[in-house]
């Protein structure tokens, strides 16, 4: 009975443990502050989030192509990613997605270009730049292929 009773409080822990963790990065944007995680537009932001918040490129290399992939690693380091690919340091960051033209369902979609708006700071200085971040759907997941600037 002991054991039967150890079971059930390790089974209850667990279930009380994965149901109340919040999800890995709570982004809020689009209608009413809700984004699907689906969306071309959400892997963009978590994208430019991983190269500005996380202490290294796992992440933002997961998200990415095996070519697009090999040449973030090449960087070796976000700040390297920042300065070179995407030519912007900050020391603070925002991101939104920019709103714009409908693109229609995406998810029948295979490639999908999307513009951000970045908003930090660097030197006490503020700075807002527009990128535009090309990706393709491979095997149901969005992957990051190219981070250009945006023309207005």
Avoid at 13 to 31: D, F, H, Q, W, Y
Avoid at 43 to 71: G, P
Avoid at 104 to 112: D, H, S, V
Avoid at 122 to 144: A, C, F, P, Q, R
Wanted: with cysteine.
């Amino acid at each position: 009975m002991n054991k039967i009773c150890k079971v059930i409080l390790l089974c209850f822990i667990t279930l009380t443990v994965t149901a109340c963790s919040k999800p890995e990065r709570e982004i809020n944007a689009g209608r009413y502050g809700m984004m699907s995680d689906e969306t071309p537009q959400y892997a963009a932001l978590v994208f430019i989030m991983a190269i500005y918040e996380d202490e290294n490129l796992d992440s933002a290399i997961k998200m990415s192509t095996d070519k697009f992939a090999r040449l973030l690693k090449s960087y070796h380091t976000n700040s390297g990613v920042q300065r070179h690919i995407l030519n912007l340091r900050l020391s603070e960051m925002t991101v939104e997605p920019v709103s714009g033209g409908f693109e229609g369902i995406t998810e029948y979609k295979k490639q999908a270009t999307v513009d951000v708006k970045i908003i930090g700071t660097y030197n006490y200085k503020k700075i807002t730049e527009l990128k535009t971040i090309s990706m393709v759907k491979e095997s149901g997941d969005w992957k990051i292929t190219g981070v250009s600037a945006t023309i207005p």
